[in-house]
């Protein structure tokens, strides 16, 4: 119908669904202050009150799993490092309690980390993104024990960046040269396996893909 709601105001980063598309899950921040003081906040799609489930102002970009899990970037160590906090993935329940750490990522001083991008409908597949300066690639992580895969390693800046996940999570869909990649020549939508491998190139001089469910 065209029909527009509103949720909430702010400074927002990342919006997930809930499994039955009555809820979302957003990182919301009250201002633009780098880094950011962020929480994870949880409200009806339909609009009505809203329940933050982080109160640590570090908590955001959620990814509302199929089985009901959530996963979602801490900002650590900003004090510790030079340009700014490092992105580790935790876990935790719908109504925010059983709070996890999954993955302890070594992060550069000029990137950011891993940032949730989909996970497949059995919720035993994770597809993140490790970002920063110049920087844009697939990793998958086990959502049980952490373990990372780097889908392009080496090669950062024009290696594949990944935008969806299959629903059976065994392959990941995305692009080819998005960073230093020497123009439309080498872009290209590719799709790579969740287990790694050659890329297949779908679409030759293609850009950013988003995929529907």
Same mark, same amino acid.
């Given at each position: 119908? #065209?029909?527009?709601?509103?949720?909430?105001?702010?400074?927002?980063?990342?919006?997930?669904?809930?499994?039955? +598309?009555?809820?979302?899950?957003?990182?919301?921040?009250?201002?633009?202050?780098?880094?950011?003081?962020? +929480?994870?906040?949880?409200?009806?799609?339909?609009? #009505?009150?809203?329940?933050?489930?982080?109160?640590?102002?570090?908590?955001?970009?959620?990814?509302?799993?199929?089985?009901?899990?959530?996963?979602?970037? &801490?900002?650590?160590?900003?004090?510790?490092?030079?340009?700014?906090?490092? +992105?580790?993935?935790?876990?935790?329940?719908?109504?925010?309690?059983?709070?996890?750490?999954?993955?302890?990522?070594?992060?550069?001083?000029?990137?950011?980390?891993?940032?949730?991008?989909?996970?497949? @409908?059995?919720?035993?597949?994770?597809?993140?993104?490790?970002?920063?300066?110049?920087?844009?690639?697939?990793?998958?992580?086990?959502? &049980?024990?952490?373990?990372? &895969?780097?889908?392009?390693?080496?090669?950062?800046?024009?290696?594949?960046?990944?935008?969806?996940?299959?629903?059976?999570?065994?392959?990941?869909?995305?692009?080819?040269?998005?960073?230093?990649?020497?123009?439309?020549?080498?872009?290209?939508? @590719?799709?790579?396996?969740?287990?790694?491998?050659?890329?297949?190139?779908?679409?030759? #001089?293609?850009?950013?893909?988003?995929? #529907?469910?």
């Amino acid at each position: 119908t #065209g029909k527009a709601t509103r949720i909430a105001t702010g400074y927002f980063n990342a919006v997930s669904f809930s499994p039955d +598309n009555k809820e979302v899950v957003f990182g919301l921040a009250s201002g633009e202050r780098y880094p950011q003081k962020t +929480n994870i906040i949880r409200g009806p799609v339909a609009g #009505g009150p809203t329940s933050p489930l982080t109160h640590d102002g570090i908590s955001g970009w959620p990814l509302w799993g199929p089985q009901g899990q959530i996963v979602f970037v &801490k900002q650590l160590n900003a004090k510790q490092r030079k340009y700014g906090p490092k +992105n580790d993935l935790f876990l935790m329940n719908a109504n925010g309690k059983g709070v996890k750490r999954l993955t302890h990522t070594k992060v550069d001083q000029l990137t950011a980390g891993l940032f949730p991008t989909a996970w497949s @409908a059995s919720g035993n597949q994770l597809l993140t993104e490790y970002g920063g300066q110049d920087t844009s690639y697939a990793v998958t992580v086990n959502p &049980k024990t952490g373990k990372e &895969k780097n889908l392009s390693p080496g090669n950062s800046e024009t290696g594949f960046a990944g935008v969806a996940l299959g629903s059976d999570g065994k392959t990941v869909y995305g692009y080819l040269g998005g960073f230093e990649g020497g123009g439309g020549s080498q872009l290209k939508i @590719a799709s790579v396996p969740y287990a790694g491998g050659k890329p297949k190139v779908l679409v030759s #001089g293609g850009f950013s893909p988003s995929w #529907g469910g």
